[in-house]
């Protein structure tokens, strides 16, 4: 087997080339490699809880009821947000819910819409 490189992204070793190109097929990045990793955009990668890449401006829905400290009742199970925003950190998508305002999210606890 070829030694291929690793995924500049994401690190994965599961990396293969197609049409002069490597790809990343868990994150699916496409990169030459005769690019230096400097040149090669990296990005935040976000996945909801079914593994789909997230992305700025996406709308997602709540896949269960998630307590809000400070507030009577919890954002309930199926609750659609729009218009996410990602972000690093543990909470890593900032986003306003109706009836709650702008909170941050766990992209485990939701999925693409």
Same mark, same amino acid.
């Given at each position: 087997?070829?030694? =291929?490189?690793?995924?500049?992204?994401? $690190?994965?070793?599961?990396?293969?080339?197609?049409? /002069?190109?490597?790809?990343?097929?868990d994150c /699916?990045?496409?990169?030459?490699?005769?690019?230096?990793?400097?040149? &090669?955009?990296? !990005? =935040?990668?976000?996945?909801?809880? @079914?593994? @789909?890449i997230l992305? %700025? !401006?996406?709308?997602?829905?709540? &896949?269960?009821? =998630?307590?809000?400290?400070?507030?009577?009742?919890? &954002?309930?199970? /199926?609750?659609k947000v729009?218009?996410?925003?990602?972000?690093?950190? %543990?909470?890593? &998508?900032?986003?306003?819910? %109706? !009836? +709650?305002?702008?909170?941050? =999210? $766990?992209?485990? +606890?939701?999925?693409?819409?």
């Amino acid at each position: 087997m070829e030694n =291929l490189s690793l995924c500049p992204k994401c $690190k994965s070793e599961y990396t293969y080339e197609m049409d /002069g190109q490597m790809v990343c097929p868990d994150c /699916g990045l496409e990169w030459n490699p005769s690019e230096s990793e400097e040149e &090669i955009e990296t !990005g =935040l990668v976000v996945k909801d809880s @079914n593994g @789909n890449i997230l992305a %700025d !401006g996406d709308s997602v829905v709540t &896949i269960k009821d =998630l307590p809000v400290k400070g507030a009577p009742k919890p &954002i309930k199970a /199926g609750t659609k947000v729009k218009n996410i925003r990602l972000v690093e950190g %543990d909470h890593n &998508i900032d986003c306003k819910i %109706d !009836g +709650f305002g702008s909170m941050a =999210l $766990k992209s485990e +606890f939701v999925r693409k819409a």
